[in-house]
């Protein structure tokens, strides 16, 4: 808070001022609001266009913007292409030399790693392995096209595959007996894959209409704290709905509320009839992949690449299974046949939307939220810019298109985003290397992952949750810097573990925002002083060393001022200024005790920390001014912004105050304030201690026996 430059001697630690020397020297004089709009004016108004013949002018703003738009419409169509195409931006700037090894080597890792990691997912999603490689490839393709991260790889994500899988399940559940003929098996498949589109065309079309909104920004809604431990709560959900597979139990997939804990049930009830065989795949499976992924994160600097564990872990167990027969011998569920080429594309059955609406929006904005948050890490790393809405686009694009193969919802990926900036990727250009490698399988490459067995998927869904599980790491330090961003931590993971990932979002978000409002209804006015040798002012709390003058009185509400906080900020005014009950109930801490003995003449009240007011807060600023006036209390208003104070205008405080009781600075109302008062109290010492009447024009007092009558 600074100002006037120039400050008086402090008469001592801890006393208030004597009024003698206010401020010390003065460079120019207190500045409201009205006269500083006098001195440098208002904002430049618009240019005018040429003046056109009136004729043939339309009137009013259209044609101002018509003649804008004419103006403007050769280059205007080419920067609206080159946003919606952001390789029309970066391409022509691309270093093929530098960066097109980095990609390609970045792109074929991340490819390889889509191939397993597709598959396994699949699982998760209740859908056949093959619509794994499908949504791999195509989001992918579709995201290099549109999207603004550069360092972003998108596909198949663990969090959003179990919400989409609870939602298929739960469209088209099992059949009771759970013995289904081959036939029956193709149909119920047929059924959830069209309902695992239809939910990503639903969330799809959700994100385009918040593009079309422009809407980007609700993003940040979905704070850090409650998106790392939505995350590292579905890392849990993975872990358990996994443990069927890894054990070879053929027990139906748990749903809704306490799912986590009835598949812990089932599983340990289930526990004696597991199959040797698979647990002897899945035991051999973790105990190459988990030691690979320790590796490739410590050894991230020295190696050339990541080492692909995933893909050797499913070459060895396809080559395993493939000599010892496992599938026919032990009854190993295995992947089977893939089909070759792509899938006729058709519209999902869009009779189903109503009922999937419901499950579309949080995965829409979980989808949202974790691209969004990704992208902009590694914006932040390499010093670059994304645009949000863009980004909107570009996901609901991607969900929309893709639905139209068979694709399941899709988003940017923690693993092979970390996994691609490691490999050296630079550019979107290392998701057409990535989707070449999954070309090449759904092309060619399908046969070779026919005995691998589906224990081994399972191993690297849980292998994959690594990183979201080691999110728990930050605890320690999210409590040493803020314990209520803690608290969101902790009440959106139990949520998320308790009830279910989509309820999990909403009660973390619910809570995050209620910890906002929380925080501004705690705020209490501050009382502040003047630091000594300085024109700044400061909270008397922080120092004993500041000045309060006998008179004045300076407070600052740093909080917005709207229905949720009004009655705290008329509280904490009437306790500061002893107005009413709550002033009578408590003396004035904040202060010398001296100065907590004068009655208030003057108070000023920074309203910098305001940011907004809604119409229930200007009222209350309008009622304060009436009950300042009535007390015989000059109230003073600093540093309002725009907006506030025009709010303020509109509730009708010019009413009650006059445009010289606005002033531009804290310093500028104090310092006009601390001239009056000495001024005052000097005309006062030659007529006796009569009492002061601050009217709408200034104070003034009646002094018996002499000529002095007012003072403006």
């Known amino acids: 808070m600074s100002g006037l430059p120039g400050a ?24 409201t609001e009205a006269r500083f709009q006098q001195l440098f004016g208002d904002a430049e108004p618009e240019p005018e266009l040429p003046a056109e013949p009136r004729g043939s002018r339309p009137c009013g703003r259209w044609a101002r913007w018509a003649r804008r738009a004419g103006a403007r419409s ?45 598959m396994a997912f699949a699982l998760l999603t209740s859908v056949p392995p093959v619509f794994g490689l499908y949504t791999s490839f195509f989001p992918v393709l579709i995201y290099t096209l549109l999207g603004t991260g ?82 590292s709560g579905a890392a849990l959900h993975v872990l358990v709905s996994q443990l069927p597979s890894l054990l070879g139990l053929p027990l139906p997939r748990q749903i809704g509320c306490f799912a986590l804990f009835k598949t812990l049930a089932a599983v340990l009830t289930a526990l004696p009839r597991s199959s040797p065989a698979e647990l002897t795949i899945s035991a ?53 046949l893939l089909p070759g080429g792509f899938p006729q594309p058709h519209l999902p059955n869009l009779a189903e939307l109503p009922r999937i609406l419901a499950d579309s929006l949080p995965i829409a904005l979980v989808a949202f939220a974790v691209s969004a948050s990704l992208a902009s890490i590694y914006a932040d790393k390499y010093s670059y810019t994304i645009d949000s809405n863009q980004e909107l686009l570009a996901h609901g694009v991607s969900n929309l298109i893709s639905s139209l193969f068979s694709c399941f919802p899709n988003s940017a990926t923690l693993a092979t985003t970390s996994l691609l900036v490691d490999a050296g990727g630079n550019t979107q250009l290392a998701g057409l290397f990535s989707c070449i490698v999954v070309l090449s ?50 009440v959106t993971w139990v949520a998320v573990v308790i009830l279910s990932v989509d309820l999990g979002l909403a009660v973390g978000v619910v809570f995050s925002m209620m910890t906002v409002v929380c925080r501004t209804q705690r705020v209490q006015c501050l009382a502040l002083g003047l630091a000594e040798g300085t024109e700044l002012y ?50 004035k801490a904040d202060g010398p005790p001296d100065a907590a003995a004068e009655p208030v003449r003057v108070v000023v009240l920074d309203c910098s920390g305001i940011t907004f007011a809604d119409a229930a807060g200007a009222r209350e600023v309008v009622q304060l001014a009436s009950r300042c006036r009535d007390a015989g209390i000059h109230l003073l208003l600093a540093q309002c912004h725009a907006s506030v104070l025009g709010t303020l205008t509109q509730a009708g405080l010019l009413d009650r105050v006059t445009p010289e009781q606005l002033f531009v600075s804290v310093q500028d109302a104090a310092a006009h304030a601390l001239e009056r008062l000495e001024l005052l109290v000097q005309r006062l010492a030659q007529c006796g201690s009569d009492p002061v009447i601050w009217s709408a024009e200034g104070p003034s007092s009646m002094c018996v026996g002499s000529g002095l009558t007012s003072y403006n």
């Open 74 to 118: 050769g280059s205007g169509a080419g920067r609206l292409l080159r946003a919606r195409l952001p390789p029309l931006r970066w391409l022509p700037r691309y270093r093929w030399r530098a960066w097109l090894l980095g990609d390609a080597v970045a792109g074929v890792t991340v490819g390889i790693v889509h191939v397993p990691q597709g």
């Open 8 to 31: 008086g001697t402090c008469p001592g630690l801890g006393e208030t001022s004597d009024l003698k020397s206010p401020l010390g020297a003065k460079f120019r004089e207190p500045l």
């Open 441 to 490: 399988v759904l092309l060619w490459l399908g046969p070779f992952f026919y005995y691998l067995p589906k224990a081994v998927l399972a191993c690297i869904n849980i292998s994959s949750m690594r990183q979201m599980f080691f999110q728990m790491q930050e605890l320690p330090q999210l409590w040493r810097i803020s314990r209520m961003d803690f608290a969101v931590w902790m």
């Open 538 to 587: 400061r909270p008397l709390r922080e120092s004993h060393k500041l000045r309060k003058a006998r008179g004045l009185c300076v407070l600052s509400y740093p909080a917005p001022l709207y229905f949720g906080t009004r009655g705290q900020f008329r509280r904490s005014l009437e306790w500061q200024l002893g107005l009413g009950e709550a002033g009578k109930e408590a003396p």
């Open 284 to 336: 051999l499976s973790l105990a190459l992949l988990v030691p690979v992924k320790e590796l490739n994160v410590r050894f991230r600097d020295r190696l050339p690449t990541p080492i692909p564990g995933e893909i050797v872990m499913v070459l060895l167990a396809s080559v395993l299974c493939f000599t010892s027969s496992l599938d026919t011998r032990y009854n190993v569920q295995i992947v089977g």
């Open 150 to 231: 550069r360092h972003l790889s998108t596909g198949t994500f663990a969090v959003l595959s179990l919400m989409t899988g609870s939602a298929v399940e739960r469209l088209v559940p099992e059949p009771l007996g759970g013995n289904l003929s081959a036939i029956g098996r193709e149909e119920l498949d047929a059924q959830r894959v069209g309902a695992a589109a239809a939910l990503a065309f639903a969330s799809g079309a959700l994100m385009l209409g918040m593009f079309a909104l422009q809407l980007g920004v609700l993003s940040t809604f979905l704070s850090e704290p409650v998106v790392k431990a939505l995350t």
